[in-house]
């Protein structure tokens, strides 16, 4: 809301999650990058030196990732 000028403390923004769901929807690599840093970049123009804390989502599809964990790491996945 540009009629509210006060500078936030931080901005937390959370994405990824149609990149984590388990039906195939997701954005190309090089659009993801490129929106991502254009929308930090706007909020850095508008609050130079702003905090702004990028958070992914946990995944979706245990048993994906649990495959993945298996093959990329060899070991079984883990939760927080």
């Known amino acids: ?3 509210n000028n006060k500078r936030p403390l931080m901005v937390i923004m959370c994405f990824g ?7 195939g929807q997701h954005v ?6 490129r929106y ?11 609050w130079p030196g702003l905090p702004v804390l990028l958070v992914t989502c946990p995944p979706l599809c245990d ?4 495959q993945f964990c ?4 060899g ?3 883990t939760r927080c």
């Open 1 to 3: 809301n540009r009629s």
């Open 17 to 23: 999650a149609n990149d984590a769901s388990c039906d």
């Open 28 to 33: 190309p690599i090089d659009h993801f990058r």
């Open 36 to 46: 991502l840093s254009a929308l930090v970049a706007r909020l850095w123009r508008r």
């Open 63 to 66: 048993w994906k990732y649990a």
């Open 70 to 73: 298996l093959q990329s790491r």
């Open 75 to 77: 070991a079984p996945a």
